[in-house]
């Protein structure tokens, strides 16, 4: 398996519809990240739930997932399965966090993702942070959607029983759901290690990647 490496990362955004789709997308990733770098700066953005007890499960998962970190996380109000109505404010929101933040990794839902709201925000991602990495996380659900990804960040098994751990521990209002559980987190996770030569893996999709090969 052929490795690009980052370089030393010093900030990362990472934007999410609902509260737990950054942690189910890549939270093993940001558990990586944060160990490897104490005091890395994570701004994150969710677009719904602001108010409410899925705001609080949020907080306190995006910490629990980010330890030593500088978080910074915002999390708004707008109506959950409702993008295409309220498109101005996400826009708005996510040119917001642009001016407030340079990264060197942006880590947002894939843009063929079936559900309204993530793929209209992951399209929303490229046309603010026009010059950045973008990783398109994916997340497991009824409709199917998984397909072929570009780029794999290694799990190791102690990291991904710890991620899957965390997901049940902090998202309490989605374990009613029948496909969040241990199974379906490990199982694709197994599946994506499978495809690159490692136990567990995260999977994303890279629409855009220069190379400074010859540097």
């Not at 705001?55 to 306190?60: C, M, P, T, W, Y």
């Not at 295409?84 to 929101?93: F, G, I």
């Not at 399209?123 to 794999?152: C, N, S």
């Not at 989605?174 to 490990?186: G, K, S």
Request: some cysteine.
């Amino acid at each position: 398996m052929i490795g690009l490496g980052a370089g030393a990362l010093e900030r990362v955004v990472a934007v999410g519809a609902h509260c737990d789709d950054i942690a189910i997308g890549a939270g093993g990733t940001l558990l990586a990240l944060c160990r490897a770098r104490p005091g890395i700066r994570i701004d994150a953005l969710v677009l719904t739930g602001g108010g409410t007890g899925r705001e609080q499960e949020e907080r306190a998962a995006l910490a629990a997932f980010c330890p030593d970190a500088d978080l910074r996380l915002t999390v708004l109000k707008l109506a959950d399965g409702r993008f295409p109505a309220q498109w101005e404010e996400a826009k708005a929101a996510v040119e917001e966090l642009r001016g407030r933040s340079d990264p060197e990794l942006v880590l947002a839902p894939r843009t063929d993702d079936a559900h309204q709201d993530h793929r209209g925000l992951a399209r929303l991602v490229p046309t603010a942070f026009r010059d950045h990495l973008v990783l398109g996380y994916e997340i497991v659900k009824w409709d199917g959607d998984l397909g072929r990804m570009q780029a794999y960040q290694p799990l190791t098994p102690e990291g991904a029983e710890h991620k899957v751990r965390l997901l049940r521990e902090h998202y309490p209002s989605q374990r009613h759901r029948p496909w969040y559980d241990r199974e379906a987190f490990l199982g694709l996770a197994r599946i994506r290690g499978v495809e690159c030569h490692a136990r567990y893996a995260e999977a994303f999709a890279v629409t855009k990647l220069t190379l400074h090969l010859g540097d």
